[in-house]
């Protein structure tokens, strides 16, 4: 099953909390797959603002973060 991703600016996915946990986001080329976790997940090692684990791609099964700028300038909605 191939999602169709949606490019969603800054603004409106703080307006509308649309990086809350268990949310699905990708890569434009769509090669890279995270999802958002808990900042308390047992993986964590750095705590973001945004933390997510990587499901597809180079980094597969690492956990990572990063700013809400950068996030929603990176990574593309896929599901809530």
Known sequence: MSWKSQVVSEEE???RN???P???WSSED????IQI????H??????????????TGPNTNKV???????F?????LKSK
Do not use: R
Not at 30 to 33: A, I, K, R
Not at 64 to 70: A, P, Q, Y
Not at 72 to 76: A, F, I, Q
């Open 13 to 15: 996915g703080v307006a």
């Open 22 to 24: 268990g949310s699905w």
């Open 42 to 55: 047992i993986l964590i090692d750095d705590i973001y603002p945004i933390n997510f684990k990587y499901w």
């Open 72 to 76: 929603y300038s990176k990574w593309h």
């Open 18 to 20: 649309l990086h809350l």
């Open 64 to 70: 990572s973060g990063c700013d809400i700028s950068k």
């Open 37 to 40: 976790i808990e900042h308390d």
């Open 30 to 33: 769509n090669e890279e797959l």
